[in-house]
C-alpha cells in the first residue's frame, strides 16, 4: 500500500492524461471530481489543451515557411519535429518531402515580379539536385518521381510540357492541403500518452525478448543432446578400451611366465573391443589366444565411478497431468511436455533414468494403450505449432532408448501418425526434425521397418535428398541414416529398384556431399541396393564405377575399404537371395 501511496499521483496523473487523448470528456470530469472530493492529489493536466497549444505553433510555423518560400526555416522545422523514423521509413511522408522539394526549387520562379534573381535560383536548384542525389535517390526508381530528376537540368520549365502542372495555383494549394492534413495528424500521434508508450514499448520488448530467448534455448538444447550423447559414447569407448588394454597386459604377464594363452580368453577380449563395430556372432567366430591371469589392479583402478546418492526424482500425478494435456489451454500443454521431456533427458543414466521412464510406461504418459478419441498423441495433431513441435520432442526423447522404442511401437497409429506429420511440416521446422529423428529411431525394430517401407517412405526420402541445400546438417544425416536402414531389408531393395535411376543418381550426389557424417549411411545403402541385379545393371548403365574411382583418389583409408566393398557389389553377378534378411530387430542403445 505504502508504494501504491508514494505513486499514487503519478499514477492518476497518467489516467488523466490517457482519458484526455483518448477524448473521455465525461469520464475526464467525474474523474476530476471523484478525485478532489476523496482528495486524492491529481497533477495538472497535460491533456488535449496542452498537447495542441504545442502542436499548433508548430504547424502553423512549417505552414507559413511552406507560403513563404523560406526553404531553409522550413526543413530545419521538418527534421526537428517529424522523427526520422517517419521521414524515412513512411511512405507518405517521403513522397511530400519529395514534393516538398520541389515546391522550393520552383518557388522563385512561380512568386518572382519578372526575372527571378539568378544566384538564389541557381542555389536552391543545387540544393534540389544534392537532395535527388542523396536521399531523394530512393524514390528514382518510380514512375510518378521519374520525371522530376531531369529539373534541375531544364532551362526553362515553365514551359515545359512535364512540369506545366508545377506552376499552376491548384497544385500548390493541394499540396499544403496534404501538408496541412500530414501535420495535423502527425504531430498530434507524436503527442502519445504515456500510459500507451509504457504499455507499447513493454510489451513488444517483452514478446521480442521471449521470442529470441526461446529460439536460443531451443538451438542451446539442441547442440547440448548432441554433444552429450557424443561425450557418453567417448566415454563409454575410454572405459572399454582401458579395459581391454588390461587384457594385453595379462597376455604379457602369461607369456613372460610362459603360460600359453587359450582361444576363449582372447576371444571375449576380442568380442568387448568390438562390441560396438560388429556384431557379437561375428566377434565369437574369430580364433584368438588367450592370457593368464587378469591385471586386477589396473581394472580396478579404471573401473567406471558409481554415480553416488543421486536421488530418485519424485512422483508425479499421471492421471492429472494428463488430463491438463488433453483439455488445458496451448501454453500449459507446451509447458508440461517440456518439463516431461526435461524429467527424461536430464536425469542420470541409469537408475534415475530408469525409473522415470519406467513411470511413464506403466502410467501411459502418452495413452499408446488408449482407445480414446482424446488422447495424448494427438497433440501431433494440435493447431499449435508449438505444441506439436514439444510432442514431437517428447517422441523423440522416448524413441532415443530402448525402451521408449517398445512402449511407443505398441500404439498401431503412432507411425502413422508421425508420416503425416513429416509430410505436412515445414521442411525447416523444429517439429520436422524431430519426427524424422524418431522415425529414424523407429526403423530399428523390423516391425516398424517394415510398415515404413509398406507406406512407401523410401520413395519419399529419396524426393528429399534430390535438395539437399534446404536440409540442415541434422535433418540430412538422419533422412541418409533412414534411408540406409530401410535399404538393409529385401522388401527395401525392391522398392529402391521400382526407381533404380533416380536413387542411384541421389546417393552418387550425395557421396561428394561436404558433410562427412552421412559417408557411412550412403556406402551402406549404395551397397545394399546393389545386392538387386537389376540395379547393378543400371548403375553400370550410368557409369558408377568410374563415379566410385573418382572418390577413391579422395578418400581417406575407411572411406576407400568402403568404396571398394562398393565396387566388388557391383561387378558381381549373385542373383538376390530373399533368404537373406536383415534380422536386426533392435540396436540397444540407451543413451539420448
Known amino acids: 500500500m505504502g508504494d501504491v501511496l508514494a505513486y499514487e499521483a503519478e499514477l492518476l496523473g497518467l489516467v488523466r492524461e490517457y482519458l484526455d487523448f483518448a477524448e473521455f470528456e465525461e469520464t475526464v470530469k467525474v474523474f476530476t471530481k471523484e478525485c478532489k472530493i476523496k482528495g486524492k492529489p491529481l497533477p495538472k493536466s497535460a491533456g488535449v489543451c496542452s498537447r495542441d497549444s504545442k502542436a499548433l505553433p508548430v504547424q502553423k510555423d512549417l505552414l507559413t515557411a511552406f507560403e513563404n518560400g523560406e526553404q531553409e526555416v522550413f526543413f530545419r522545422l521538418w527534421e526537428e519535429h517529424i522523427s526520422s523514423s517517419v521521414r524515412d521509413n513512411e511512405p507518405v511522408a517521403q513522397k511530400l518531402e519529395f514534393y516538398l522539394h520541389v515546391h522550393f526549387a520552383t518557388y522563385l520562379l512561380k512568386h518572382s515580379m519578372g526575372k527571378p534573381d539568378k544566384a538564389e535560383l541557381e542555389e536552391r536548384i543545387s540544393h534540389f539536385k544534392a537532395y535527388l542525389e542523396t536521399k531523394g535517390a530512393a524514390l528514382s526508381q518510380t514512375t510518378e518521381f521519374l520525371p522530376f530528376y531531369a529539373l534541375p537540368f531544364v532551362p526553362n520549365p515553365m514551359v515545359h510540357p512535364s512540369f506545366k502542372e508545377l506552376f499552376q495555383d491548384s497544385w500548390t494549394l493541394d499540396l499544403r492541403t496534404r501538408l496541412e492534413k500530414f501535420l495535423s495528424l502527425t504531430l498530434k500521434a507524436r503527442q502519445t500518452p504515456r500510459l500507451l508508450t509504457l504499455f507499447k514499448e513493454n510489451g513488444q520488448c517483452n514478446k521480442e525478448m521471449l521470442q529470441h530467448l526461446h529460439q536460443q534455448l531451443v538451438e542451446s538444447e539442441h547442440r547440448t543432446m548432441t554433444y552429450l550423447k557424443r561425450f557418453n559414447k567417448m566415454q563409454a569407448d575410454y572405459h572399454n578400451l582401458i579395459g581391454v588394454t588390461a587384457e594385453l597386459v595379462d597376455s604379457l604377464e602369461a607369456t613372460v611366465n610362459g603360460k600359453m594363452i587359450t582361444p576363449e580368453y582372447l576371444q571375449s577380449v576380442c568380442v568387448r573391443l568390438f562390441s560396438n563395430q ?14 593368464g591371469t587378469a591385471s586386477t589392479m589396473l581394472r580396478a583402478s579404471l573401473a567406471p565411478a558409481k554415480m553416488q546418492d543421486v536421488p530418485l ?6 492421471e492429472k497431468l494428463k488430463k491438463d494435456l488433453i483439455t488445458g489451454n496451448d501454453r500449459l500443454k507446451a509447458f508440461l511436455l517440456q518439463a516431461l521431456r526435461w524429467r527424461l533427458t536430464t536425469s542420470y543414466p541409469g537408475e534415475q533414468r530408469d525409473t522415470v521412464l519406467q513411470a511413464y510406461i506403466s502410467n501411459d504418459l502418452l495413452d499408446c494403450h488408449s482407445n480414446c478419441q482424446r488422447s495424448v498423441l494427438k497433440l501431433l495433431h494440435s493447431k499449435s505449432e508449438v505444441v506439436r513441435q514439444y510432442m514431437a520432442r517428447l517422441i523423440n526423447a522416448f524413441a532415443s532408448l530402448a525402451e521408449g522404442r517398445v512402449y511407443l511401437s505398441q500404439n498401431p497409429t503412432l507411425l502413422r501418425m508421425l508420416e503425416e506429420r513429416l ?4 521442411k525447416d521446422s523444429l517439429t520436422w526434425e524431430n519426427v524424422l529423428g524418431a522415425l529414424q529411431k523407429f526403423s530399428l525394430r523390423r516391425a516398424l521397418q517394415s510398415a515404413m517401407i509398406k507406406d512407401g517412405l ?7 535428398l534430390t535438395d539437399t541445400d534446404c536440409l540442415s546438417d541434422y535433418t540430412l544425416e538422419y533422412s541418409v541414416a533412414l534411408l540406409m536402414n530401410l535399404c538393409l531389408r529385401s522388401a527395401g531393395k525392391k522398392m529402391c529398384a521400382r526407381i533404380a535411376n533416380h536413387v542411384l543418381k541421389v546417393l552418387s550426389d550425395l557421396l561428394g556431399h561436404e558433410n562427412h557424417e552421412i559417408q557411412p549411411y550412403v ?4 551397397y545394399s541396393i546393389l545386392a538387386i541385379p537389376s540395379v547393378r545393371e543400371e548403375a553400370r548403365a550410368m557409369g558408377m564405377e568410374e563415379i566410385l574411382r573418382c572418390f577413391i583418389k579422395e578418400g581417406n583409408a575407411e572411406m576407400i575399404r568402403q568404396i571398394e566393398f562398393i565396387i566388388k557389389q557391383l561387378n558381381s553377378e549373385e542373383p538376390l537371395n530373399d533368404s537373406i ?10 543413451e539420448e
Open 278 to 291: 560388429m556384431r557379437q556372432s561375428v566377434a565369437h567366430s574369430i580364433d584368438f589366444t588367450r592370457p
Open 313 to 318: 526424482l519424485p512422483s508425479l500425478d499421471y
Open 423 to 426: 509430410k505436412a511440416e515445414d
Open 458 to 464: 523410401i520413395f519419399w526420402l529419396v524426393d528429399v
Open 523 to 526: 556406402n551402406g545403402a549404395l
Open 581 to 590: 534378411v536383415s534380422d536386426d530387430e533392435e540396436e540397444e542403445e540407451d
